[in-house]
């Protein structure tokens, strides 16, 4: 059962940018199976199942991301309540590296009959600023050997055949700061006030969705003096290309007017750009629906934003599917359901078996 791996995954942290423990964790365990590991230059660990025979065939790549959204010193004790785990991450990603760890543990002796190759990564810099680094790895790095790349990642019955653009940005504001009654200059928290209400002001569509949030934001010294600095994270996301870039150039043009019209310097730093839209799911589909409806599971189509996305330049099939049930993503008590792990073990193994029976090309 992934159960047995599952614990040991979620309490070894891995904020995003530090991935380097459960990496460490995750090459080991994969190796004691009997794979061979490798780390590229990003940090992810790979391992490739290349029978005699499929040499040269395009690979399935599963991709589960290494890393959590929580920072270092976060207490990731897991704890168990009426058939769950708890804790931070045990879904997010926990749940998913333990599950095509199990597969992995599963295929020993079985390789013989893939009719082409089986990679497994555990990949890094999926959440937060990370921006996809692991799986953008990945693929520019493999294209010409993948046939399709599944991001192991969200709940059981979930398929994320769209993906959501996302532009994110650091705004950096800075004034020449001062004595607050001493001195006159302009604030830099006061600019940055003016561009956040400038931003919410921008018209967003309601379809296609489109979507824009300040998540952070802060800066200043103390109460009695002209804040000297002050600095916003902004996420802008759009699942039409054309209407992310147009918000995109709206909203840097604000935080620049902000600037201005208060005479504070403005620095811009675009900090994420996923790639968007469709991900040519197509050929996958089918086999996930089969392969749910062995374990009883009805499939739902989704937009998101998810290692997947890192396939769309490609013109790589590509798709994210959940394996466990659970709740409270991104919360210090997430839980996972322990009996689904079981099903989605069931159905991810027989979702590669499916893959494996497509006439080789």
């Known amino acids: 059962m992934p159960l047995s791996y599952l614990t040991r995954i979620a309490q070894t942290p891995a904020p995003t940018f530090h991935e380097e423990r459960r990496a460490d964790l995750m090459a080991s365990l994969w ?32 991709a589960a991301h290494l890393d959590t959204v929580f920072d270092a010193g976060t207490d990731v004790t897991v704890r168990e309540d009426a058939g ?56 520019e790095q493999h294209r010409a ?9 969200g709940y059981l019955g979930v398929a994320v055949t769209r993906g959501v653009g996302v532009r994110r940005y650091r705004a950096t504001f800075t004034g020449p700061g001062g ?10 928290l006061h600019a940055m006030g003016r561009a956040i209400s400038a931003l919410y002001a921008l018209h967003l569509p309601l379809s296609p969705r489109t979507t ?22 902004l996420d802008l996301r759009s699942l039409d290309a054309d209407v992310l870039a147009d918000l995109d150039s709206r909203a840097v043009a604000a935080l620049h007017a902000a600037g201005r019209d208060t005479g504070v310097t403005v620095r811009i730093e675009r900090v994420g750009d996923r790639p968007g839209g469709h991900l040519n799911s197509e050929p996958l589909l089918p ?32 798709v994210a599917v959940g394996v466990y049930r659970g709740g409270n993503a991104h919360r210090t008590d997430e ?12 159905f991810l193994r027989r979702m590669v078996d499916l893959y494996q029976r497509r006439p080789v090309r």
């Open 335 to 346: 839980w996972v359901q322990v009996a689904s792990l079981g099903s989605g073990l069931k």
């Open 287 to 318: 086999l996930i629906r089969e392969a749910a409806r062995d374990i009883r599971v009805e499939v739902r189509t989704a937009s998101s934003s998810t290692d997947a996305n890192a396939a769309a330049p490609h013109g790589l099939s590509a």
């Open 212 to 233: 824009l949030n300040v998540g952070v934001a802060g800066g200043g010294t103390s109460v009695n003096s002209i804040a000297g600095t002050a600095q916003l994270l």
């Open 31 to 62: 190796e004691e199976l009997g794979y061979t590991t490798e780390r590229d230059s990003v940090g992810n660990v790979l391992t490739r199942i290349t029978p005699p025979g499929t040499e040269g065939r395009p690979a399935l790549l599963l």
């Open 84 to 139: 769950r785990l708890v804790g931070p991450g045990v879904g997010d990603n926990s749940a998913s590296l333990a599950v095509v760890t199990a597969l992995l543990r599963d295929l020993r002796g079985t390789a013989p009959a893939l009719t082409r190759p089986l990679w497994v990564a555990a990949n890094v810099g999926e959440e937060g600023l990370g921006d996809l680094r692991g799986s953008k790895q990945l693929i």
């Open 145 to 153: 050997h993948l046939g399709a790349f599944v991001a192991v990642d």
């Open 179 to 188: 004595h607050s009654w001493g001195d006159q200059g302009p604030s830099a």
